[in-house]
T-cell receptor, first 112, second 114 residues
Framework: DAKTTQPTSMDCAEGRAANLPCNHSTISGNEYVYWYRQIHSQGPQYIIHGLKNNETNEMASLIITEDRKSSTLILPHATLRDTAVYYCIVRAGGTSYGKLTFGQGTILTVHP | EAEVAQSPRYKITEKSQAVAFWCDPISGHATLYWYRQILGQGPELLVQFQDESVVDDSQLPKDRFSAERLKGVDSTLKIQPAELGDSAMYLC????????????FGSGTRLTVV
């Protein structure tokens, strides 16, 4: 699976949009971009995933560049409960054996 | 909402003792994973099951760790003997075969070896 690069930490004001970048310049054509987050002392939680089109769900939006070498996770109105470690992962799709390989992630701190 | 159940939530054990963790995946999920997460790091895959068969255990320290999923449902991860460096969070996750939505994780077992 392709490797990802994320900033170590980011800050965001409550109520503002949080934009978390991820670089995955070696992504291959069958690899999806997944985002998970982990709140302290809990297991990781699925947020969103995409292949090449932008995606939106009730939690977040995922913007993938046209060349697919980078993406941005957008939390439109961050709250204090969004403070967590956010992991960007690329994973081969279409198979049950495509494992998730976690990196260090981005520590997002939302301030009042 | 369906959850992945893990027990115990916390475990303290002495070095050289045996310890076991249990995981009950979401009903119908054929694929089960055990991850280990050392404080300050991302989770690391230890073993992956498809039904009762091991698909990937390349990162499992087989001299002291063992995992089984005998009936293809719940699973047990064992460490014998435990070492101080095994102190970590042990996470279980499950997914449908070919599920593009990724995994559902349990809350984990926090192991402290003293």
């Amino acid at each position: 699976d392709a490797k990802t690069t994320q900033p170590t930490s980011m800050d965001c004001a409550e109520g503002r949009a949080a934009n978390l970048p991820c670089n995955h310049s070696t992504i291959s054509g069958n690899e999806y971009v997944y985002w998970y987050r982990q709140i302290h002392s809990q297991g990781p939680q699925y947020i969103i995933h995409g292949l090449k089109n932008n995606e939106t769900n009730e939690m977040a939006s995922l913007i993938i560049t046209e060349d697919r070498k980078s993406s941005t996770l957008i939390l439109p109105h961050a709250t204090l409960r969004d403070t967590a470690v956010y992991y960007c992962i690329v994973r081969a799709g279409g198979t049950s054996y495509g494992k998730l390989t976690f990196g260090q992630g981005t520590i997002l701190t939302v301030h009042p | 909402e369906a959850e992945v159940a893990q027990s115990p939530r916390y475990k303290i054990t002495e070095k050289s003792q045996a310890v076991a963790f249990w995981c009950d995946p979401i009903s119908g999920h054929a694929t089960l994973y055990w991850y280990r997460q050392i404080l300050g790091q991302g989770p690391e895959l230890l073993v992956q099951f498809q039904d009762e068969s091991v698909v990937d255990d390349s990162q499992l320290p087989k001299d002291r760790f063992s995992a089984e999923r005998l009936k293809g449902v719940d699973s047990t991860l064992k460490i014998q003997p435990a070492e101080l460096g095994d102190s970590a969070m042990y996470l279980c996750a499950s997914s449908y075969s070919g599920d593009s939505y990724g995994y559902t994780f349990g809350s984990g077992t926090r192991l402290t070896v003293v």
